[in-house]
Nanobody, 122 residues
């Protein structure tokens, strides 16, 4: 089993910044793709940013130029740096990881964190 724990959310004024962190623990052989998703009240969960095992990144159009996703493989930790925040960025943010484990058997599974609230005031 693998656990993902997010942190770094909070209340910030428009134009401010926050950095979200996601730490993975448990039976980890390798972490492949990582994604940050968000879900606002009454809306579907959407992909905000993703990073591959090789470090390639991709962003939703709504956050390009403002958000940066990164990863520290040695620490099993990834980050979402959010700058120039807007009220429409208000949502619960979720970390998603595709993790390869070798116990009790080899395989890749997908895991979600519990979510962290980001609220941007105008």
């Amino acid at each position: 089993q693998v656990q993902l724990v997010e942190s770094g959310g909070g209340l910030v004024q428009a134009g401010g910044s926050l950095r979200l962190s996601c730490v993975a623990s448990g039976r980890i052989f390798r972490i492949n793709a990582i994604g940050w998703y968000r879900q606002a009240p009454g809306k579907q969960r959407e992909l905000v940013a993703g990073i591959s095992s090789g470090g390639s990144t991709d962003y939703a159009d709504s956050v390009k130029g403002r958000f940066t996703i990164s990863r520290d493989n040695a620490k099993n930790t990834n980050y979402l740096q959010m700058n120039s925040l807007k009220p429409e960025d208000t949502a619960v943010y979720y970390c998603n990881e595709k993790v390869v484990s070798n116990s009790p058997y080899w395989g890749e599974n997908e895991y979600w964190g519990q979510g962290t609230q980001v609220t941007v005031s105008s």
